[in-house]
């Protein structure tokens, strides 16, 4: 064996051991992406399971607390710094979502409810002023004094047909539609009534305490 063919001999083997290293290199490589992202395909598929989760912030005081109810509700509330809940979201159990707002004493000042009937109901300020879609067609925008007594409602009947009704402070005192107007004493009683007729003519009614009719004009 002559210095050439020597040399060539060595010059092939050390090339094949430079194509092996490489090899043996792209191997590992291929290696360490399978496994990541099979990894990555464990942690998207990973599910963890809790009766309720709690985030707090930097003073370890609760921040926000999402929670499931026996009866089935669900809630996520959040809360301002000095513990106190000032939002809660959500879903009765009979599948209602809702949203409510709430001062720092956490009272509520403002409400939305959808019912599982279809039902919507928008409430602002302690039920001061609440606005109700209803589910058989009708809408009412319903404002109340400071004890929660109707005093002004305002709305559309099942039917289409517009009403007002007002309150004094302890009945109804009147009731507005597109027909008539009606003016009620202390025991709810119609006392007078304005009305149009068929006709298109008008007409004024007045009761007394037994709904008996003493008075009308023409």
Do not use: C
Not at 74 to 84: L, P
């Amino acid at each position: 064996m002559n210095v050439t063919t020597l040399d060539a001999m060595t010059e092939r083997l050390n090339r094949l051991e430079r194509e092996i290293r490489w090899w043996r290199r792209m191997a590992v490589l291929a290696l360490i992406g399978v496994s990541a992202i099979g990894l990555m395909g464990q942690a998207r598929t990973r599910v963890v399971e809790a009766d309720a989760f709690v985030l707090r912030g930097a003073n370890s005081s609760p921040r926000a607390r999402l929670h499931t109810q026996p009866n089935g509700a669900v809630a996520f509330a959040v809360y301002d710094q000095a513990g106190k809940r000032r939002t809660v979201l959500g879903v009765s159990p009979d599948g209602a979502p809702s949203l409510l707002l709430l001062d720092t004493q956490e009272t509520g000042r403002a409400g939305l409810v959808a019912a599982a009937d279809g039902s919507v109901v928008l409430t602002l300020g302690r039920n001061r002023i609440a606005l109700n879609t209803l589910a058989d067609g009708s809408s009412t925008l319903l404002i109340t004094d400071k004890n929660q007594s109707p005093r002004a409602e305002m709305g559309v009947d099942p039917d289409g047909s517009p009403v007002l009704r007002l309150w004094s402070a302890r009945a109804l005192a009147a009731r507005v539609t597109d027909q008539n107007i009606v003016l009620y004493g202390a025991d709810e009683k119609p006392r007078v009534m304005a009305a149009v007729r068929r006709d298109g003519s008008g007409a004024v009614y007045v009761f007394d305490t037994d709904g008996k009719l003493i008075w009308k004009a023409p």
